[in-house]
């Protein structure tokens, strides 16, 4: 059974005998299974490096997850570990909260919506040409809503609609942010938002 979506069979990816490995020690170094060896660490899966073969596993979706094995990792460090369920499949990696069966397709999500958010916390934008552009508070503030939006951690969640249609002051002979580079922005991350309630980002 395949853990990941598979490249091409016409180019590399990663290796699945080696990256299933390394997923069952998380799984139970996460309580589902039996731990032969050391735990897994936050540390040891930022690390991890795998080989490459014709057909393998498609390497976005392998780092997504892995992105989210190393927040539950950190997560669960300080909790006790609950013991295996005898009744799960084997096949599928399960993270906390992931539901019974566990789900990769979620995992990889919850990642991909993860990086989006970074990504918004991280942009910078160029002033505005001819001494005017957008309020940069206001833009800021927009931009905190988008974070919660795609964290879920918040009760007024964005659509993509608001976001593609959000408005700002336009101010003149003081610091502004480009026009054209926000709303490129935010055109691209409606298109984020859109996709979030799918269960695998498009890869």
Do not use: C, K
Not at 187 to 197: F, H, K, Q
């Amino acid at each position: 059974m395949n853990r990941f979506p598979r490249v091409s069979g016409l180019r590399n990816g990663y290796d699945p005998e080696q990256v299933d490995v390394l997923i069952r020690r998380i799984e139970a170094t996460l309580g589902r299974g039996t731990l032969a060896g050391p735990a897994v660490t936050a540390d040891e899966i930022r690390m991890s490096r795998f080989g490459v073969r014709l057909g393998g596993y498609h390497e976005l979706a392998v780092d997504f997850a892995l992105e989210a094995f190393v927040v539950a990792i950190e997560t669960r460090a300080s909790e006790p570990v609950p013991p295996p369920n005898p009744g799960q499949d084997d096949d599928a990696p399960t993270l906390p909260g992931l539901g019974e069966t566990g789900d990769v397709a979620g995992a990889m999500t919850a990642a991909w919506l993860e990086s989006e958010a970074s990504r918004v916390e991280r942009v910078s934008f160029r002033p505005g040409r001819l001494g005017s552009g957008y309020d940069e508070d206001e833009v800021d503030a927009f931009l905190d809503r988008v974070v919660a939006t795609l964290r879920g951690t918040t009760e007024h969640p964005l659509t993509a609609g608001q976001i593609r249609e959000a408005t700002f002051s336009t101010v003149m002979f003081r610091p502004g942010y480009s026009v054209p580079q926000v709303d490129a922005f935010l055109a691209e991350i409606a298109t984020v938002v859109d996709r979030r309630g799918q269960r695998v980002p498009q890869l």
